[in-house]
């Protein structure tokens, strides 16, 4: 079992929709991270957080430490939110991030 | 933001080549990683270098070599892969532990 679990793997909406991507990890963590990673490969830091929420233009990240669960949402979806959203914490043991295997989404017009 | 660069952008290569993949930063960071990912797999730490000293190595095997000369440029040297080193390996940079990474475009290998 991956110490970090993301569901949905795939997801598909239509434009304007609100989406949740959930992510649960299983050890003791100093940050979750939210990256956004497009076809072709580039990778982009969403957000960093260690309590509470963030929020940054449509998308919200929350994370709950007690229940060990982040969620990421995207307000009014666009085609050109499609792509892998991978959720990573930093244990508190180090300094290397654990990964989860990410999200696919497809936001279609 | 585009503040780490990574070359060759794509490399094709055999078993018995020696090769090396570049990754610069400009960001004025102190700590930089090298990621392998593998299709269909999560990204990988292979390893972590903060203030040019290797503080992380995910037990990777010896044909691949890192090299920090300084904080600003991390190289991972290739020989005698497998083919089942073919991958995108990316390198990452931030200000140094567990900070935001900013990640570079990455190298798509390919091991024939």
């Known amino acids: 079992k991956n110490e970090v679990e993301q569901s949905p793997q795939n997801l598909t909406a239509q434009e304007g929709e609100f989406i949740t991507i959930n992510c649960s990890y299983s050890v003791g963590i100093s940050a979750l991270h939210w990256l956004q990673q497009h076809p072709g490969g580039g990778i982009v830091s969403l957000f960093m957080l260690s309590s509470g929420k963030k929020k940054h233009g449509r998308l919200i990240a929350t994370i709950n430490i007690q229940e060990k669960h982040s969620s990421l949402h995207i307000t009014a979806s666009h085609p050109r939110d499609s792509a892998v959203y991978i959720c990573a914490v930093t244990e508190t043991s180090g300094s290397r991030l654990t990964f989860g295997e990410g999200t696919q989404l497809t936001v279609n017009p | 933001e585009t503040g780490v660069t990574q070359t060759p952008r794509h490399l094709v290569m055999g078993m018995t080549n020696k090769k090396s993949l570049k990754c610069e930063q400009h960001l004025g960071h102190n700590a930089m990683y090298w990621y392998k990912q593998s299709a269909k797999k999560p990204l990988e730490l292979m390893f972590v270098?903060?203030?040019?000293?290797?503080?992380e190595n995910n037990s990777v095997p010896s044909r691949f070599s890192p090299e920090c000369p300084n904080s600003s440029h991390l190289f991972l040297h290739l020989h005698t892969l497998q083919p089942e080193d073919s991958a995108l390996y990316l390198c990452?940079?931030?200000?140094?532990?567990?900070?935001?990474?900013?990640f570079g475009p990455g190298t798509r290998l390919t091991v024939l």
């Open positions: 990452a940079s931030s200000r140094g532990p567990p900070d935001t990474q900013y």
């Open positions: 270098y903060n203030f040019k000293e290797q503080t």
